[in-house]
């Protein structure tokens, strides 16, 4: 479903899906024919984005990117430091593309990568998925055509096998760092 | 020494009323188990988290100010922000462990306020219980104050993560009773009690999370 509320659509078979009442996602054939379920059935009933047999790249897929600078803004209430926080720098539109090794990000500003050995957290923030390097880079992709939850499954698998391969264990947590045994 | 309750902002008292009401006259709200928030004293109310709704509703709905982490980069947007800081919010970076928002948390516990966390660290995608964060259950154990479960259920319905308004359907928010855990000092404790302390969390969540009759 799109985070903006349209109505989507899948392109191969012109399925469109809406929201119903409460969490119930009405699927509309091209042929008229509709259905309506929970969104944890529908979910039960999707093939997993993502599983050790997958292949190990996906995209290019068009995304918004943004990279948090380093200088965070002390962030006061009655004269008390409460926190902390990242700024982001302005949104940069380009594709997105996993292979073996990383992620790889081309604009026409230029390009990034992004190896899967220098992840160091991995997670979805609203409707963006946010990724730390052991470097401290921050950065928030959001999806124009695909999901979060899609991407945030091939990027665990594929942390999963690069971690496995590179003898550091078994993963066993993503988020607010990726852990492993 | 008679400790003092703590007085919250007016804005927040006023979000607090205007969520409230509205929510209550518009689609329903049903509130169940006030009397097991402390009324003196420290405690840290954890809570499932199901929508947006949650952090509005809970506050709402709770005899006693809570002060809760919220995701950071919301205290940099316009007005939100400022909301954001006198609703008793405070930022956290979800990327990494952050330091500062953990000791903030227990620096307002051992002043004696209520403290808000979300044991699932993020909104659930399809309504379902998500895993525990240990990390906030090593919180729960190094404060050592009471935990107050808190189940909320309807507002996946109301307003999935998916979706991009809510629809006015009713909410229950169940406070259970406190959990006391006693305070580990040593990591070591706290890592050798980690597992039994999250089972009981996290049963007494599903439980309280699925208890009412809103289906019905």
Same mark, same amino acid.
């Given at each position: 479903m799109r985070a903006d509320g349209r109505v989507d659509r899948c392109q191969a078979c012109g399925t469109s899906y809406r929201r119903g009442r409460g969490d119930q996602i009405i699927a509309q054939t091209a042929g008229g024919l509709e259905e309506s379920r929970p969104a944890a059935e529908w979910l039960d009933a *999707?093939? &997993? =984005? #993502? !599983? &050790? +047999? #997958? &292949?190990a790249t996906a995209g290019p897929e068009q995304v918004k990117l943004r990279r948090a600078r380093r200088d965070f803004v002390p962030i006061y209430y009655r004269r008390e430091l409460i926190g902390w926080v990242e700024r982001f720098g302005e949104r940069v539109e380009g594709t997105l593309s996993l292979g073996p090794e990383g992620l790889r990000f081309d604009a026409e500003a230029g390009q990034m990568e992004i190896r899967l050995d220098q992840l160091t957290a991995l997670q979805p923030s609203s409707s963006s998925l946010q990724l730390r390097t052991r470097e401290g880079l921050v950065v928030s992709l959001r999806f124009l055509e695909s999901s979060v939850i899609r991407w945030e499954s091939l990027l665990q698998e594929a942390v999963r096998r690069s971690w496995a391969a590179g003898g550091k264990g078994r993963v066993v947590d993503f988020q607010p760092r990726i852990v492993s045994k | 020494m008679t400790p003092q309750r703590e007085r919250a902002p007016a804005i927040y008292r006023v979000s607090q009323w205007i969520a409230r009401t509205g929510w209550r006259a518009l689609a329903g709200l049903e509130v169940r188990g006030l009397a097991n928030v402390p009324s003196t004293g420290p405690f840290l109310l954890i809570a499932n988290h199901e929508s947006n709704l949650d952090p509005i509703l809970i506050q709402a709905v709770c005899p006693r100010p809570v002060h809760a982490m919220a995701k !950071? !980069? +919301?205290? *940099?947007? =316009?007005l939100v922000g400022q909301l954001m800081k006198r609703i008793l919010a405070f930022p956290v970076r979800r990327y990494q462990v952050d330091p500062y928002a953990v000791r903030l948390v227990l620096r307002r516990l051992r002043a004696g306020k209520g403290v808000a966390v979300y044991i699932e660290g993020e909104r659930s995608w399809d309504g379902r219980l998500q895993a525990a964060r240990p990390g906030t259950v090593r919180l729960a154990l190094k404060a050592g104050v009471p935990v107050v479960p808190c189940g909320i259920e309807g507002s996946y319905e109301a307003w999935p993560r998916w979706a991009s308004r809510p629809q006015l359907l009713p909410i229950c928010i169940t406070f259970g009773a406190p959990i006391h855990f006693p305070q580990f000092d040593r990591r070591a404790d706290r890592e050798a009690a980690l597992a039994d302390a999250t089972t009981r969390i996290m049963d007494e969540l599903r439980n309280l999370s699925t208890g009412s009759n809103l289906g019905a």
């Open positions: *999707l093939e &997993p =984005p #993502a !599983s &050790p +047999q #997958a &292949p | !950071s !980069s +919301q205290f *940099l947007v =316009p």
